[in-house]
């Protein structure tokens, strides 16, 4: 079968499946250019048949990944029990809803798609792009968001080409939707600013435990409860937390104000708790399993600190996370359903996140003649020639291949640095990615090297999705990647998968001693990774870094050699 899956809220995104594999998956963001592009995907929908040289005509069949009539009794039930505090709800869910149903006929006029069409309940599409991709016969299946029509968690188990449900936690009750308001009440962007919230947290202590513990409690083994009296989200509100939340925490934050201690003892208080509610639910989902892997998807899924403290401390001994966690892999997920139930085996193990376009050499060198930049350069030993580059200290622009699906830039649309030296997170954070100086920078480390510099990093870590402790030892030889909490978010690099960033990093070790180099995305604040050669030579051109390496082709600034 040929199968098209796709998401149309945040994030939106589109994946091609043929034959049970994964063969295309874009998200509509690398051509909007809207970060967290919200709504229907066209350019992504088309890039993924036509890169496969295929016409709607060939496509069997379409999955969304969000059923409409799952659970709306349950919300308009919820709306009136609310009134009149939900007013907003029915001036926007509503449309949402209509959108949702009118989605085959958008497929059939946008694209002439005559195929088959299939919702696909959320959270199912999530648990499939956690099991179907892993390289687990038998595993537990966590997922955990904002919401899913009307669940907010699933809890399951997954065997061969089969998941079952063993718990659900319905709305409002959501840790996404917790870590969305306080995200919001610390002055960041919903659906965005999570990942800020995350690597702000160690720079505080969790000293709100005890106004936490108001706001979310325990209920039973395997769920909670969130006071509603702290948000304002289950109302249809734009401002997630209530009056009472600032009431008990002190005033929000401005966006773009000064952050003080009391913000970044918040940040720390919601990632423990966030952590240990996740680690009760994984507890009581091994024993009700006994299943010794865990499959995790759901937006929460992408908190690598939280993901590497359940490796560490909860029962289970192996994790997978696939790399597109959030509502874009959703869509990957309900198309391997779909492919599932046609008769193909969707049981492919994923290791290699690099599913979206590639642009030619001849591509490459005609945006650099478009862009008048000179000298450019074709080093015959092009990763010695980069090697020697960043061993000098200098900040380089990686775009080769075809580009990472997920919010991580993974060695094919990255920038890269020297991680051993101290003042390079301050530069990439001032000079180049003109962003907050706490955030942190992660590495990206040969496989056969990472268990030899970072704790428990025994496995392979391909999707940048764990955080592990930098060897006590090796700290001091790579402050770049090192967090104020001794921590990093860890890329492990196999030279099966990724021949030229392994032999760059490599080349970097034979010069340096260290296997390893910073590993960021290629874009400016507030914009989506780089996808075609030209954005990647104006991003280069806009900010200090000193080379762009374009395919075999190599700029330098002047001063940079």
Same mark, same amino acid.
């Given at each position: @079968? ?14 091609? +499946? ?30 993924? +048949? ?16 969000w ?65 179907? /991709? ?10 955990v ?33 917790? #870590?969305?308001a306080?995200?919001? #009440? ?17 720079? *505080?202590?969790?000293?709100f ?16 409860r ?19 939340? !600032? ?7 401005? /966006? ?30 091994h ?7 865990? $499959? ?7 908190? $690598? ?32 359903i779909v492919?599932?139930? *046609? ?7 994923? !290791? ?11 591509? $490459? ?13 074709? /080093? ?20 080769? *291949? ?8 993974l ?11 101290a003042? @390079?997170?301050?530069t990439? &954070? ?26 428990? $990093? ?46 760059l ?7 340096? *001693?260290?296997p390893?180099?910073? &590993? ?24 200090? @870094? ?11 600034k002047?001063?940079?050699?």
């Amino acid at each position: @079968m040929i199968v098209v899956g796709f998401n149309a809220t945040h994030d939106g995104a589109a994946i091609l +499946v043929r034959d049970g594999v994964v063969v295309a998956a874009v998200e509509e963001e690398r051509f909007s250019r809207r970060k967290h592009h919200n709504g229907f995907p066209r350019d992504a929908l088309a890039w993924v +048949v036509e890169s496969q040289g295929l016409t709607w005509s060939d496509v069997d069949a379409a999955a969304f990944y969000w059923n409409p009539y799952r659970g709306l009794a349950r919300f308009g039930a919820h709306v009136v029990r609310s009134l009149p505090r939900s007013l907003r709800y029915m001036g926007v869910q509503p449309g949402i809803f209509g959108d949702f149903v009118r989605m085959p006929r958008t497929l059939r006029e946008t694209f002439g798609f005559r195929g088959r069409f299939r919702y696909v309940d959320h959270h199912v599409g999530h648990a499939a792009s956690a099991f179907f /991709p892993s390289a687990f016969e038998r595993a537990a299946v966590m997922t955990v968001d904002g919401t899913g029509e009307w669940t907010t968690t699933f809890l399951g188990v997954g065997e061969g080409d089969v998941i079952r449900s063993w718990r659900e936690i319905g709305y409002p009750h959501s840790l996404g939707k917790l #870590y969305e308001a306080v995200t919001q #009440y610390l002055g960041f962007r919903v659906n965005s600013g999570e990942g800020k919230v995350m690597g702000l947290a160690p720079y *505080g202590t969790p000293r709100f435990r005890a106004e936490f513990e108001r706001i979310i409690r325990p209920h039973g083994e395997a769920s909670f409860r969130l006071d509603r009296r702290y948000f304002g989200f289950h109302y249809g509100h734009p401002i997630k937390y209530s009056p009472r939340l !600032v009431a008990l925490l002190g005033p929000a934050r401005e /966006p773009e104000s000064a952050i003080d201690d009391r913000h970044r003892d918040v940040a720390a208080t919601l990632q423990a708790i966030t952590e240990e509610h996740l680690l009760r639910l994984a507890a009581a989902l091994h024993r009700e399993t006994g299943a010794d892997a865990l $499959c995790l998807a759901g937006g929460v899924a992408l908190n $690598c600190v939280a993901n590497g403290r359940l490796l560490r401390e909860s029962p289970f001994e192996r994790l997978f996370v696939q790399p597109a966690a959030h509502d874009s892999g959703a869509g990957l997920g309900a198309a391997l359903i779909v492919a599932r139930d *046609g008769g193909d085996d969707v049981r492919r193990p994923m !290791v290699d996140a690099r599913l979206g376009a590639a642009y030619s050499d001849e591509a $490459c060198r005609a945006a650099l003649e478009a862009a008048s930049c000179g000298p450019v350069a074709t /080093p015959p030993d092009l990763v010695g020639h980069v090697a020697e580059r960043l061993a000098a200290g200098k900040i380089v622009g990686w775009f080769q *291949g075809r580009a990472e699906f997920g919010p991580r830039a993974l060695g094919a649309r990255s920038i890269l640095a020297d991680p051993r030296r101290a003042d @390079m997170k301050d530069t990439l &954070n001032a000079r180049v990615k003109h962003r907050e100086g706490f955030r942190p920078f992660a590495p990206a480390v040969t496989r056969e090297a990472a268990a030899e510099w970072f704790v428990g $990093c025994d496995a392979p870590s391909p999707f940048m999705l764990r955080a592990f402790a930098v060897a006590p030892a090796r700290r001091a030889s790579v402050p770049g990647i090192t967090h104020v909490d001794g921590s990093a978010r860890v890329q492990t690099v196999d030279a099966s998968t990724s021949p030229r960033f392994h032999a760059l990093l490599r080349a970097f070790e034979e010069r340096s *001693g260290v296997p390893m180099l910073i &590993n960021t995305s290629f874009n400016r604040r507030g914009e989506p990774i780089v996808e075609t050669p030209a954005q990647a030579i104006d991003v280069f051109e806009q900010s200090a @870094m000193d080379v762009l390496v374009l395919g075999p082709f190599v700029v330098e600034k002047p001063g940079a050699a």
